[in-house]
């Protein structure tokens, strides 16, 4: 009970995180850029390992707004990226800007040497070290993000679900997605600087392939996704603290065991219900011995119909 005070501000960080991303992350399912959040994450992370290299507080504001920087000028190349009848697959801008991104940090992370401690928690994160203060920020920024999408977001969710109907509707498809990735860029820069690069794409993509597995929906999806990055979040910020983990890690790990759960229980149900419909099936069939007139005459004009 002692360690429940201590948990309080992590989880409920947790908790902004969930909302957001697992909103954020039916999109990026249903474009087809898993990666991106990886991406923008990573980008977030190079910025402000840049600003590290330069002589700046890993937690000042100078840091944050390189970071957000870089941020924004990635939100512009995957804008860019998705044009209409080109070969290259957006997926493929996006994991060339990763790889640059990552091989960028490591470059600046051997010129901050003394720094290696904030950079380390970049990629894994430390969410336990989250403030009150860091939590009403976060607040306060995923708010205006998410009453942002809220009303926009026939014209969000056209362009990610069809955006050929968007397009012959009028809208703009190029404005829109830079809109939507640098919405996304805030987030990314700011839950970077709280849960890291690993933790940030697992509260993205875990929770809302998990709802894929039991729903089709929009609504149903957010539910099962909110509902499982809280308790996820919950579980893995206490496993940390009791068996003395790398929180970030940690939830990382609970994700995926939850994911592999999910996944099975999905299996089970779905080929139950698969066999149960295949008994009915068989059940149905029923081979008429000798058809009647009016029978013969309803498949003469079946046939006649086809």
Same mark, same amino acid.
């Given at each position: 009970?002692?360690?429940?005070?201590?948990?309080?501000?992590?989880?409920?960080?947790?908790?902004?995180?969930?909302?957001?991303?697992?909103?954020?992350? =039916? @999109?990026?399912?249903?474009?087809?850029? $898993?990666?991106?959040?990886? #991406?923008? +994450?990573?980008?977030? %992370?190079?910025? !402000?390992?840049?600003?590290?290299?330069?002589?700046?507080?890993?937690?000042?504001?100078?840091?944050?707004?390189?970071?957000?920087?870089?941020?924004?000028?990635?939100?512009?190349?995957?804008?860019?990226?998705?044009?209409?009848? =080109? @070969?290259?697959?957006?997926?493929?801008? $996006?994991?060339?800007?990763? #790889?640059? +991104?990552?091989?960028? %940090?490591?470059? !600046?992370?051997?010129?901050?040497?003394?720094?290696?401690?904030?950079?380390?928690?970049?990629?894994?994160?430390?969410?336990?070290?989250?403030?009150?203060?860091?939590?009403?920020?976060?607040?306060?920024?995923?708010?205006?993000?998410?009453?942002?999408?809220?009303?926009?977001?026939?014209?969000?969710?056209?362009?990610?679900?069809?955006?050929? %109907?968007?397009? !012959?509707?009028?809208?703009?498809?190029?404005?829109?997605?830079?809109?939507?990735?640098?919405?996304?860029?805030?987030?990314?820069?700011?839950?970077?600087?709280?849960?890291?690069?690993?933790?940030?794409?697992?509260?993205?993509?875990?929770?809302?392939?998990?709802?894929?597995?039991?729903?089709?929906?929009?609504?149903?999806?957010?539910?099962?996704?909110?509902?499982?990055?809280?308790?996820?979040?919950?579980?893995?910020?206490?496993?940390?603290?009791?068996?003395?983990?790398?929180?970030?890690?940690?939830?990382?790990?609970?994700?995926?065991?939850?994911?592999?759960?999910?996944?099975?229980?999905?299996?089970?149900?779905?080929?139950?219900?698969?066999?149960?419909?295949?008994?009915?099936?068989?059940?149905?069939?029923?081979?008429?011995?000798?058809?009647?007139?009016?029978?013969?005459?309803?498949?003469?004009?079946?046939?006649?119909?086809?």
């Amino acid at each position: 009970m002692d360690v429940l005070p201590f948990l309080l501000a992590p989880f409920v960080a947790s908790l902004i995180l969930t909302g957001i991303h697992a909103y954020l992350g =039916v @999109h990026v399912v249903e474009r087809g850029v $898993i990666f991106v959040d990886l #991406a923008l +994450a990573q980008i977030a %992370a190079l910025g !402000a390992t840049i600003g590290v290299a330069m002589g700046m507080d890993p937690h000042a504001r100078g840091a944050y707004w390189i970071s957000l920087a870089f941020t924004f000028l990635g939100a512009g190349i995957f804008a860019l990226a998705r044009m209409r009848r =080109v @070969h290259i697959p957006q997926e493929a801008f $996006i994991g060339i800007a990763y #790889a640059v +991104a990552s091989a960028g %940090a490591i470059l !600046a992370m051997s010129k901050a040497t003394g720094e290696t401690e904030h950079l380390k928690d970049m990629l894994v994160g430390n969410i336990l070290a989250v403030s009150w203060t860091d939590v009403e920020h976060t607040a306060l920024l995923y708010g205006a993000i998410g009453a942002f999408h809220y009303i926009f977001r026939k014209k969000f969710l056209l362009i990610s679900t069809d955006p050929r %109907a968007a397009e !012959a509707r009028g809208v703009s498809i190029r404005l829109w997605d830079f809109l939507f990735y640098a919405s996304f860029g805030f987030v990314v820069t700011s839950s970077v600087a709280i849960a890291g690069v690993l933790l940030v794409f697992c509260y993205l993509i875990v929770p809302s392939v998990g709802a894929m597995l039991f729903a089709d929906r929009i609504g149903p999806r957010l539910a099962i996704g909110w509902t499982m990055g809280t308790l996820v979040s919950a579980l893995g910020v206490y496993l940390s603290v009791v068996l003395d983990l790398p929180t970030g890690a940690t939830i990382v790990c609970t994700f995926g065991g939850i994911l592999v759960l999910m996944f099975v229980l999905h299996v089970i149900v779905f080929h139950g219900r698969q066999e149960a419909g295949t008994l009915e099936e068989g059940r149905e069939v029923v081979v008429p011995s000798d058809p009647s007139p009016q029978q013969e005459t309803r498949d003469e004009h079946a046939k006649r119909s086809i």
